[in-house]
């Protein structure tokens, strides 16, 4: 590792799925430790969060679609060097659910230039399980078939969140 950069790794994570699945208040309650609603972000939005994970410093550079997602038009350098993406959808809507495999995965697989990118499927909103429409089967069904780790978590109770980030980020560390 380095002795002076403060770090030593950085990874770029992308955060990407239908509006309103949580990707902002996702990056907002990790980076921030925060869990006040974010307020609407226009334009590309970065943030950075230093973590330690599995004995290295580590800086993710956390890439929020940043309002792009409403009309599904990302400019395609966002996906460029991606080390790390978190595909993300809201278990209480279905139709976030689907336009994963439909269109975000599609995405990802045509932009991305990192083919060793390490990929995370994430279902969102656990703590509105009496509204659930997405069965954690399904969501397990959906990472294998596309190759991702699976997590469920919810922003509001905190439940998972932070591991996601250093499950990711150990994910991408185990890449030869
Ligand atoms: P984005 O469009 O994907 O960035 O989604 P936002 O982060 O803007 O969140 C959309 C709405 O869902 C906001 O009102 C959030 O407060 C809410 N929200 C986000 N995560 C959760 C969660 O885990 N549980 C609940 N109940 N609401 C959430």
Partial sequence: ???????????????????GVGKTSLIVSFVSDSIE???PTVGMDLKFKLLTVGGKKLKLTIWDTAGQDKFRTLTHSFYRGAHGIILVYDITVRSTFTAISDFWFKEVEIYTTNPKCVKMLVGNKVDRDSER????????ALAKELGCSFFECSVKTRENVVQCYETLALKIMEVP
């Fill in 1 to 19: 590792g380095q002795s002076s950069g403060g770090y030593d790794y950085a990874f770029k994570i992308l955060l990407i799925g239908d509006s």
């Fill in 37 to 39: 609603p974010p307020l």
């Fill in 133 to 140: 429409v997405v069965s954690q089967e399904e969501g397990i």
